[in-house]
């Protein structure tokens, strides 16, 4: 974690410092999420590609095999997102990413370097399967850590935005893969198959060179009292001196948070999790995790991992056509994901996740309802009804079960808590992976029981959300807090609370604190609103 001053005396990293240090962090972040979009999409157009199951077998015309062989990698995802809830506040934000990230490319490795034994696969297959594991693993470790080691070098300004520009190139990335497949399927028969799980392996290299000079969070460096290190990130993240009156006061005020919070050592008790009361810990955690749960079981996956496979079996095309038409949709699905940069501010989280839920509704609708006749015609209109499934979940669901639970969780629980929403999405994951092939062979003509199932998820969500998701969305983290002491003392419903709550100054949050009987303790929400005063003053001061 190498630094140098300037001729200034402001500690650089990569030989940069202010808002050119803090888009090197954002590209790590956005280059692991695109990593994760790729291994998404990957397996896609290779698991259903001829080349594929002639060199494994057991895959061709076995639907559970093939769900086993791609829903395997979220099981590493899970292992690997456990791993983090267990050790992640031992380890740190920047050993978790570098070992993630290494553990990614081997097991890329063991994957490529499977050699087929004629007919038969076997060992060849087992050792596919292993090596996919071992890459999810990686990942799960990756996505439980980046978007918190993001958030904990970003100033509250903005943090929002940056966690929904990661969720939105996980489509970039799974767009890339589509594109990659679709292009193999032109090369030599072991090209088909190894360079485009190989190329996940450039990600992963590009996370590990810029990680070697980047610096460790500062907030993960003080709860372990290393106070000098954090100092110095803190400099340079703000592209002033160590001994700059704004950075040594907010090292103070983060210190001092730590202690009244109880986070010192760093370490979080799991039991902290299962606490209500003000704090309402275990009702927020109960919300971000069950948004990753939902985003799965709204039928994301089946349509991201499937979508070749599902035009083949449910609509009948070649498998050439299904790979182009998933590379088409592919593209809806970024250029739709990107809107979530713009309107997850303005219009909000809580209003994004309905309109959303209600898009994804009626588009699995239409997919059941036109694939029921069983004709060529009216399947086309089952097509239709993905390309705008894609599209609403790319613009809603994508990013905000990524954003949701970085907010809603106070600093106190949120490694924890990210870590065991990330946990969330992966079992679930799983089993949406999992089953979506069993269901596509046996639920009616082309599948399309499978649509209903998902149509119908997604209309239970939609009173999920209205009555239980309050509104976040220009809150200060301190507010947050409020909203949930205010639910509790007033014993109202939190979606209440946060609309009848209006906008609070530090001198009213500070108030409010005290009439509903909580502290302030999340040194994140302190420092924001310090943040905030020094932006003031700044502002009101007169220009030389």
């Known amino acids: 974690m190498g630094h140098k001053d300037n001729d200034a005396g402001v500690p650089t990293y990569w030989g940069t410092s202010g808002k050119t240090l803090q888009k090197l962090i954002t590209a790590v972040a956005t280059t692991d999420f695109l990593l994760f979009g790729y291994d998404q999409g990957v397996m896609s157009g290779i698991v259903s590609a001829p080349d594929f199951t002639y060199d494994f077998p057991e ?30 506040d031992q380890l740190g934000r920047r050993k978790s990413i570098f070992l993630g990230a290494t553990i990614m490319i081997i097991g890329v490795i063991v994957q490529i370097s499977s050699v087929p034994m004629g007919n038969s696969g076997g060992g060849s297959t087992a050792q596919f399967i292993v090596g996919r594991c071992i890459t999810g693993v990686g990942n799960g470790i990756n996505t439980s850590t980046v978007p918190t080691y993001q958030a904990e070098c970003s100033h509250s300004h903005n943090r929002g935005k940056l966690i929904c520009i990661e969720g939105g190139n996980v489509a970039i990335g799974t767009l890339i893969a589509y594109w990659i497949d679709y292009g193999c399927t032109y090369g030599p028969h072991d090209f088909v198959w190894r360079f485009p799980i190989a190329f996940q392996c450039f990600f992963a290299l590009v996370v590990i060179g ?42 103070a005020v983060i210190v001092d948070a730590i202690r009244a919070s109880g986070h010192a050592g760093g370490v979080t008790a799991m039991s902290d999790l299962f606490t209500n009361g003000p704090t309402q810990n275990f009702r927020r955690l109960l919300l971000g995790a069950s948004s990753q749960m939902m985003q799965q079981l709204s039928g994301c996956n089946a349509v991201i991992y499937y979508f070749p496979i599902l035009f083949q079996t449910s609509i009948g095309t070649t498998h050439n056509l299904a790979l182009l038409l998933g590379g088409v949709n592919m593209i809806v699905y970024s250029i739709f994901a990107t809107t ?6 303005r219009i909000g989280r809580r209003k994004l996740y309905l ?30 009804g993905l390309f705008t499934y894609i599209a609403f979940f790319g613009a809603t669901w994508l990013p905000l079960p990524w954003l949701y639970p970085a907010e809603i969780n ?65 809150r200060t983290l301190e507010e947050i807090d409020v909203i949930f002491a205010k639910g509790y003392a007033e014993k109202i419903s939190y979606v209440k609370a946060a609309q009848d709550l209006p906008r609070l100054n530090e001198t009213e949050v500070q108030q409010k604190a005290r009439e509903y009987g909580f502290s302030l303790s999340d040194e994140e929400a302190q420092v924001s609103m310090h943040e905030k005063v020094q ?10």
Do not use: H
């Open 210 to 251: 810029l990680m070697t000079q980047l610096p460790e969070s500062p907030r993960w460096l003080l709860t372990k009292d290393r106070n000098e290190e954090a100092s110095t990130v803190l400099a340079a993240l703000n592209g002033e001196r160590r001994d700059d009156p704004q950075v040594m006061t907010q090292v």
């Open 340 to 345: 979530s940069w713009f309107a997850v501010e």
């Open 59 to 88: 895959v061709k015309d076995n639907s559970t095999y093939e769900g086993f062989i791609t829903s395997i990698y979220a099981v590493g995802c899970f292992i690997g997102a456990c791993f983090i809830l267990t050790f992640g």
């Open 410 to 474: 106070p600093l106190k629980t949120r490694a924890k808590a990210n870590a065991t929403s990330t946990v969330s999405n992966w079992l679930w994951n799983f089993f949406i992976v999992m089953i979506t092939p069993v269901l596509l062979a046996n639920t009616g003509t082309n599948g399309w029981g499978t649509y209903l199932f998902f149509a119908a998820l997604n209309a239970i969500f939609f009173p999920i959300i209205y009555f239980l998701y309050p509104e976040t969305a220009g």
């Open 535 to 544: 932006e003031g003053e700044s502002s009101s001061s007169p220009s030389d």
């Open 355 to 384: 309109i959303g839920t209600v898009g994804q509704c009626l588009s699995m609708v239409l997919t059941f309802a036109c694939l029921i006749p069983g004709t060529d015609e009216a399947a086309k209109g089952a097509g239709v």
